[in-house]
């Protein structure tokens, strides 16, 4: 257990390390905000590197320790489940930095090149993680092998429907549910001023967490569908994103409100949106379709 924690330590170091390393070298992209922010208490004390390096720590931390609750239930090899948590959080993390082409004005191609600085070491830590702390996949039974041999073809069409309609139920509940908090002003936006960037970035942050939900869905285990939405909401998704997002009131005054509001909104939608997933898209739902389909094959 010991080996095991100090193994989590030095690659959260190599993780922190290669983050603060990239963003060292797109410093010159980087655009938080159009006009000049009043720093944080925090940051005037520690300075602006030293919020930086301290979100940092905390961040790659806080993933890391949700990847080691969630581990050994999230589906593939070694390498394999590392990537795909990996690829979860940092696409998620990645698409969140464009925000600032709406809500700031920013550069879209500043934004991505600073986000590929937070993407890089999120898949790097993970598959890390992974491959020297995580569990092999554990063996199917035979016979589970032969069932998957069994109608391919239908196999693959059913999971291709399911994966389109978890991606249009994310995005479109997402799209909906930020436009009320845009409208009633919950929460900062872009969308009176940046109106078209604004409706793009909504609509691509609900596909990425629809596509986030499908590569890491498996690894809560709950037979209430409820409660598995609501686990992946909290857990997975809240957990990461309040991490991702609270660079911002850690650096600079007057976010901390918003980002509370902004991650509980969000969490919400995730939430929503995975339940209705888990009640329309199981596997009952698509019975008759594949009986159909089994009877048109004969």
């Given at each position: 257990m010991k080996s095991?924690?100090?193994?989590?330590?030095?690659?959260?170091?190599?993780?922190?390390?290669?983050?603060?390393?990239?963003h060292?070298?797109?410093?010159?992209?980087?655009?938080?905000?159009?006009?000049?922010?009043?720093?944080?208490?925090?940051?005037?004390?520690?300075?602006?590197?030293?919020?930086?390096?301290?979100?940092?720590?905390?961040?790659?931390?806080?993933?890391?320790?949700v990847f080691h609750r969630f581990e050994g239930s999230i589906k593939?090899?070694?390498?394999?489940?590392?990537?795909r948590y990996g690829i979860a959080i940092g696409m998620m993390w990645l698409i969140a930095m464009l925000e600032g082409v709406a809500?700031?004005?920013?550069?879209?191609?500043?934004?991505?090149?600073?986000?590929?600085?937070?993407?890089?070491?999120?898949?790097?830590?993970?598959?890390?993680?992974?491959?020297?702390?995580?569990?092999?996949?554990?063996?199917?039974?035979?016979?589970?092998?032969?069932?998957?041999r069994k109608n391919p073809d239908m196999k693959k069409l059913a999971s291709q429907r399911k994966n389109l309609l978890t991606l249009i139920v994310f995005a479109t509940l997402f799209l909906v549910g930020r436009y009320v908090a845009y409208?009633?002003?919950?929460?900062?936006?872009?969308?009176?001023?940046?109106?078209?960037?604004?409706?793009?970035?909504?609509?691509?942050?609900?596909?990425?967490?629809?596509?986030?939900?499908?590569?890491?869905?498996?690894?809560v285990k709950d037979d209430l569908k409820i409660m598995k939405s609501v686990t992946f909401g909290i857990c997975i998704f809240g957990t990461t994103w309040l991490l991702f997002i609270c660079f911002m009131?850690?650096?600079f005054k007057g976010f901390l409100v918003d980002v509370l509001v902004r991650v509980a909104i969000d969490v919400t939608l995730v939430i929503i949106s995975a339940y209705c997933c888990e009640l329309l898209l199981s596997d009952s739902t698509f019975r008759k379709g594949r009986l159909k389909y089994e009877r048109e094959s004969v």
């Open positions: 095991k924690k100090w193994k989590y330590a030095v690659i959260i170091t190599i993780a922190v390390a290669l983050d603060i390393l990239l060292v070298l797109t410093g010159g992209y980087s655009e938080t905000a159009p006009h000049a922010l009043e720093l944080s208490s925090l940051a005037e004390h520690v300075g602006e590197e030293g919020a930086a390096i301290l979100w940092a720590v905390l961040a790659f931390s806080g993933v890391a320790y593939g090899s070694k390498f394999t489940k590392g990537l809500l700031f004005g920013n550069s879209l191609l500043n934004e991505f090149i600073v986000g590929l600085s937070d993407f890089i070491p999120v898949v790097v830590m993970s598959v890390l993680l992974s491959l020297f702390t995580g569990n092999n996949e554990s063996t199917r039974p035979a016979s589970s092998l032969v069932k998957r409208h009633t002003e919950l929460i900062m936006s872009g969308y009176r001023v940046n109106g078209l960037s604004t409706a793009v970035w909504t609509f691509f942050m609900g596909l990425t967490m629809g596509a986030a939900y499908l590569l890491l869905h498996h690894a009131p850690l650096l």
